[in-house]
């Protein structure tokens, strides 16, 4: 064999091998050093002959149930224990039950508080199912913490997105330390439970808001692991400011509930801290940014109905018992903090809910004052990767204490005042139905109305690409016009003066980023449906600007400044056909209106 056709061998036998090699280093996440951790919450844990062991206890935490075996464990531990009811409070897209298990002691509800805590709504994040799970079983058969039965009434919703659950697999979840088998982000239909539930298209979130229609609950409790960088925090937590749309509740919030939990996760041997979502995905020295978020996402929606609200986003570096044991300590203090402070949680959410605030904010903007935080990191250095071309972040896994940049967005940018009511056409029944959804309360009309209104003119709407959870978004500018509208047996007024009335703002005002217009529900309305030959238009053009003349100087000042108009034949002659009473008088205007 000569030597070239040898060097030619070497070079097919290498190029043969590059994919195997590639596949074995891409089994593995790389993960940033891990910090040894020991905290006094390891005592949670029972010993491996406990009859009442979880399966995740069983594993070492490797290991997280299938929904099965979560199903068969609740199955007999609700057997065992009077103070449990397990209900399915729903069906996924897939057929799966969506189960709740109901601790309580039973006794009169009005001296307790009831909190409703979900794990799993992103399932590869499913530290809060086996945290519930070692709870209830401390609560009713092993009796370790039988009291919280008599503090609280316990609400669990184990693994929200069942479906994505059952999408198992140890290649789930890149950057995330345990356990080795973990569930999917989205759904079977690849929705994001957590940006769902204002437009609520999914069987699953649908049957949550249900679930808290229902139940009302003082709290809720989202549990999920974060993405992103490393630091030393293992449990972070945070709710919505007194910008947003609980003021009362979120004082509640920052001054009876989170120190309590804070203390709590303290003595337990963990490192607590708040919500870390850098300013950039790549670099925190830039800095951390706290705020308001849109009510799209959990613990918002709770702000938005007036229901106290917190997200736990453990830290995704830590490994799986760290966080499990974490979680067991937030859910039990979160009762403990829950029941110590009732009345005036009560209290806050009764004013919120009697507010019906005259301005509604949709969205907000940083504080202007520069703030800096102490920050638990972990020390980077940055390199050239010689992949990417950029600069990298590594992270040594040495614990460092600094100072960074704290940038609150809680200074409203966005808002809209509220109106005594709305008005929703007959016509426009799937609005209608998200109304019922919610639980919006509204009056329907049974003969025809005439009603002097405010409604929206839209401008030129304006779509995002590509789709965003299965919707194409649009926006548009919006001016103000007063009518007298008719509308159609069967319409209906929403009043505003009601404890969801500031859901109802959010849903229906265009302006509302989580708006079911925004949301592409509406989309019908922003399309021409009559159009104008150039033979009909231009002969009326010309006798319009020959009868009057001051709809000729207004069509001059705008070729002037209009250079669309200017260098567009057919824009000109709509420009004129809009201004004939043969133009759709409706077109672009908002179907919604304001009493």
Aim: hydrophobic content about 40%; proline content about 7%; charged content about 25%.
């Amino acid at each position: 064999m000569g030597m070239a056709m040898k060097r030619l061998l070497l070079v097919l036998l290498a190029l043969v091998s590059l994919p195997a090699l590639a596949r074995e280093a891409a089994r593995t996440a790389i993960l940033p050093p891990n910090i040894a951790w020991n905290g006094a919450s390891r005592a949670l844990v029972v010993p491996s002959g406990d009859r009442w062991i979880t399966p995740a206890e069983a594993s070492g935490f490797r290991l997280t149930p299938t929904y099965d075996e979560t199903v068969a464990y609740l199955r007999r531990l609700v057997a065992a224990a009077p103070q449990l009811k397990m209900t399915s409070i729903g069906k996924s897209a897939e057929g799966r039950d969506i189960w709740m298990i109901v601790a309580s002691s039973g006794g009169p509800a009005a001296r307790k508080p009831r909190v409703l805590a979900q794990g799993g709504i992103h399932s590869g994040e499913i530290d809060g199912k086996d945290a519930g799970l070692m709870l209830l079983r401390d609560m009713t058969v092993r009796g370790t913490k039988r009291d919280l039965l008599e503090l609280a009434d316990f609400l669990f919703v184990p693994i929200f997105s069942v479906d994505g659950h059952e999408r198992s697999s140890e290649f789930s979840r890149i950057n995330q330390r345990g356990p080795e088998n973990a569930g999917w982000r989205t759904t079977a239909r690849n929705l994001n439970l957590n940006r769902d539930y204002m437009k609520a298209d999914s069987e699953e979130m649908r049957a949550m808001i249900a679930a808290i229609r229902k139940w009302d609950p003082d709290l809720y409790l989202d549990l999920h692991v974060t993405d992103g960088a490393d630091y030393q925090y293992d449990i972070t937590f945070g709710f919505n400011g007194p910008t947003g749309f609980s003021p009362a509740t979120s004082g509640w919030l920052e001054s009876a509930y989170a120190p309590e939990v804070t203390r709590a996760l303290d003595a337990a041997g963990h490192i607590p801290g708040p919500l870390v979502f850098g300013v950039s995905d790549d670099d925190l020295s830039k800095g951390i940014q706290l705020g308001n978020t849109d009510p799209r996402l959990s613990h918002s929606y709770g702000d938005a109905r007036h229901i106290a609200s917190v997200i736990l986003e453990n830290h995704s570096l830590k490994p799986y018992d760290q966080r499990v044991l974490g979680t067991y300590v937030f859910l039990e203090a979160s009762l403990r903090a829950a029941s110590a402070n009732v009345s005036s949680l009560r209290l806050a959410r009764s004013s919120d809910r009697a507010r019906h605030a005259p301005l509604v904010p949709f969205d907000w903007v940083a504080k202007p004052d520069p703030q800096t935080i102490e920050f638990r990191g972990i020390e980077w250095k940055y390199t050239l990767s010689p992949v990417s071309g950029a600069v990298r972040v590594e992270y040594t896994g040495k614990p460092v204490t600094m100072r960074l940049p704290l940038v609150i967005m809680s200074e409203v940018s966005i808002s809209a005042t509220r109106p005594a009511a709305y008005w929703v056409p007959a016509a426009w029944r799937e609005v209608i139905e998200k109304l019922d959804l919610h639980g919006i309360r509204y009056d329907r009309t049974t003969a025809p109305r005439e009603v002097d209104v405010d409604m929206y003119r839209l401008g030129t709407p304006v779509y995002t690409t590509p789709q965003f959870e299965g919707h194409v978004r649009v926006t548009a500018q919006t001016k103000i016009e007063r009518r007298r509208e008719r509308f159609a047996a069967g319409s209906v007024r929403v009043p505003t003066d009601q404890a969801l009335g500031t859901l109802a703002v959010l849903l229906l005002e265009p302006a509302s980023p989580d708006s079911l217009f925004q949301w592409g529900f509406l989309n019908s309305i922003l399309s021409p449906t009559e159009y104008v030959e150039a033979y009909v238009m231009e002969p009326m053009a010309e006798r319009m600007l020959a009868e009057d003349p001051a709809l000729a100087e207004e069509f001059r000042n705008a070729i002037v400044s209009d250079e669309k108009l200017r260098t567009d034949p057919k824009e000109r002659l709509q420009w004129f056909y809009r201004r004939t009473p043969f133009y759709d008088e409706r077109a672009l205007l908002y179907p919604i209106a304001r009493e």
